[in-house]
């Protein structure tokens, strides 16, 4: 089955480490977004990529690095540079340019900072 | 920038109707529809690519009105599996960045 993994579904970090948040997909989609959600509001965009070796920011991309070295995998680091990283992160593929195609969403990491 | 939804909640009847609208600012090239249900990823509904575009399927349709910049979701007759939060979606012109409106948080009950 082809689908979208995020690993894991909820991790802890203390305060000041870097932690790598896994995404996945066997869809053979182009294009990966990395999107933050916080209790009660919207999806709000980090990161991302319509091609291999390629990505752009998003509106809160500080704090947040990623990497494209493959087409299906598309993994965010949290570094300690983020101040408040505790929330709800849900990874997404599209086979092109989201003007004509939809989102399909894996089934999101819950970070929480101790 | 990100689109506007209105309202921002709704508390419906079983079988009663609603609607969601979803206004931007700027020109829309195409509008998506997604409903998340608490604690999960959104799941698709329905594009919208042309301005005057109708779709459907189920109880659940929507229009998009491009010179207007918006679109509107309609749910009909609705029922429990409705309840959840609408966001709708689309990418800013000429670049390949995607947002979402602000969400409309919909209970249907019984």
């Known amino acids: 089955d082809g689908g979208i993994t995020q690993s894991p579904k909820y991790l802890f970090r203390k305060e000041g480490q870097n932690v790598t948040l896994s995404c996945e997909q066997n869809?053979?989609?182009?294009?990966m977004y990395w999107y933050r959600q916080d209790p009660g509001q919207g999806l709000r965009l980090i990161y991302y990529s319509q091609i291999v070796n390629d990505f752009q920011k998003g509106d809160i991309a500080e704090g947040y690095s990623v990497s494209r070295e493959k087409k299906e995998s598309f993994p965010l680091t949290v570094t300690s540079a983020q101040k408040n990283p505790t929330a709800f992160y849900l990874c997404a593929s599209s086979v092109g340019t989201s003007r004509a195609y939809e989102q399909f969403f894996g089934p999101g990491t819950r970070l929480t900072v101790l | 920038q990100q689109p506007v939804q209105s309202p921002q909640a709704v508390i419906l009847r079983e079988g009663e109707d609603a609607v969601i609208n979803c206004s931007s600012s700027k020109a829309l090239y195409s509008v998506h529809w997604y409903r998340q249900k608490h604690g999960e990823a959104p799941v698709f509904l329905m594009i919208l690519l042309k301005g005057g575009e109708q779709k459907g399927h189920d109880k659940i349709s929507a229009s998009f009105n491009e010179k207007k910049q918006q679109s509107s979701l309609y749910l009909t007759a609705s029922q429990l599996s409705y309840s959840g939060t609408y966001f709708c979606g689309t990418e800013i012109q000429g670049t390949y960045k995607y947002i979402f409106g602000t969400g409309t948080r919909l209970k249907v009950l019984a």
């Open positions: 869809l053979n989609h182009d294009a």
